[in-house]
């Protein structure tokens, strides 16, 4: 066989295959409760875009957002983010009464997080009440086998939660130094003390996760194939940075040494300043990568497809030392290559499907390469290089609804998700 043929073989997609799909965030649906969620509006939409012959839905990063209520400085790489959690399927499931889920009148025109927030966690609240009462044993043992199957994230991220609760939202580094270098006898003691809190976070997260996979397989019953998105940085402020130091480069005090940004373009003439922090590769190499293996695998239980965010990264990423007031001082410093995707594939070895990844340093893609081994990723704009065998295609063309009147995703940073309702009127046919 030669290396064309096997190449073709190794494609995500048929040969010749052709599709198109629409970028709209989840936050951005049309909802009574001030922000779109996973339910039934989502699934409506899923209607919509298989009646117009739509195969693929892509929405940015699902995680639970922080600074700048933005998704790409999520809380933590593998929780989702409670606020996309319907309030109709808590009721259809007898853990909230019509009259408790009844909202107040929220802004058509753009999403305001802190009145959701806070409307969104009266909710939780009162669901997590209601199922300590409500004799619903599938619940009952559905969250407990939940916990028990994601306690490699949850706990932690719980005990995260519940810690920056209860330290007014502060950032991690701040709280008390043995909580920040996660001394055993000072998480033993927030555990015992923030048992409940704890509880409750992790209700939420069986709640989202739940609801999002029926409505991950509802799409694949109309034909509808959702893509996520997988930021290549974390946030400086997440439980993934607070239980696992080790992976990023740190001072003592477990704050970034270098922050990410890129280096002055024509975009910017001083660069851009992320100020995430940076992997130390090297120790992520000795483990197998299996922490970012499990950022995959988390995703994947959301979604079909993973779109790779600043694919150039896993070349090289722009280090910038951290107190910089600009991105100009940085360097370019080597990340991985393709040993990540060798061990990714050898990972995946064994299973009966490869997981779909697509990679990508913009939101949407006219086009992409297709690297050519298992588990196939995408490289669009032929960004890196990471396998001999590529194969270059054309064929998938993605639209986002940006050319009708009114945005409908969020900034990297910003004060509200835009809402679309022209979309509403246009494309969703009012639903």
């Not at 699902?62 to 409670?82: E, I």
């Not at 360097?331 to 393709?338: F, I, Q, R, T, Y």
């Not at 890196?384 to 900034?411: A, E, N, W």
Request: net charge positive; charged share 20%.
């Amino acid at each position: 066989m030669n290396a064309d043929i096997q190449s073709r073989r190794m494609l995500p997609f048929p040969e010749n295959y052709r599709a198109s799909g629409l970028l709209l965030h989840l936050t951005s649906l049309p909802s009574p409760y001030g922000i779109g969620d996973v339910g039934p509006t989502a699934v409506k939409w899923i209607d919509k875009l298989s009646e117009t012959g739509q195969s693929w839905w892509q929405a940015l990063p699902l995680g639970p957002t922080g600074y700048g209520d933005s998704p790409y400085q999520c809380l933590s790489s593998f929780a989702g983010n409670g606020l996309l959690i319907s309030p109709d399927l808590l009721i259809e499931d007898g853990l909230l009464r019509a009259s408790e889920a009844a909202s107040a009148s929220f802004s058509e025109s753009a999403v305001d997080y802190p009145a959701v927030i806070s409307f969104k966690r009266r909710l939780l609240a009162q669901a997590w009440v209601n199922f300590q009462i409500v004799r619903r044993s599938d619940l009952r043992v559905g969250f407990e086998q939940f916990c028990n199957e994601q306690a490699h994230w949850l706990e932690d991220y719980a005990l995260f939660r519940a810690l920056k609760e209860k330290h007014n939202g502060a950032w991690y580094v701040d709280w008390p130094a043995d909580l920040v270098r996660r001394e055993p006898a000072a998480l033993n003691r927030a555990r015992r003390v923030l048992r409940s809190e704890m509880k409750q976070v992790c209700f939420a997260q069986f709640l989202l996760f739940r609801q999002g996979e029926h409505l991950m397989r509802y799409g694949k019953a109309r034909g509808v194939r959702l893509i996520g998105d997988l930021p290549f940085f974390v946030s400086p402020d997440s439980s993934d940075v607070w239980a696992n130091p080790e992976l990023f480069l740190l001072d003592e005090h477990r704050r970034p040494i270098f922050v990410a940004g890129v280096p002055p373009d024509y975009f910017s003439s001083e660069g851009q300043l992320w100020g995430n922090p940076v992997y130390n590769w090297e120790v992520l190499r000795q483990s197998g990568y299996r922490w970012c293996i499990n950022r995959f695998r988390a995703l994947l239980a959301f979604v079909d497809v993973i779109r790779l965010d600043h694919f150039r990264a896993f070349s090289a990423a722009w280090h910038i030392p951290a107190g910089a007031t600009t991105a100009k001082t940085g360097e370019w410093v080597p990340g991985p290559g393709a040993d990540f995707f060798n061990v990714v594939k050898r990972n995946w070895a064994d299973c009966h499907s490869s997981p779909r990844i697509l990679a990508s340093s913009h939101r949407t893609f006219p086009s992409c390469a297709m690297i050519s081994t298992s588990p196939v990723l995408a490289c669009f704009n032929s960004l890196l290089m990471v396998s001999p065998r590529i194969h270059i295609s054309p064929k998938i063309s993605f639209q986002t609804p940006l050319s009708i009147r009114g945005p409908t995703t969020i900034p990297r940073a910003g004060s509200g998700t835009k809402r679309c309702p022209q979309l509403t009127e246009k494309i969703c046919g009012g639903i």
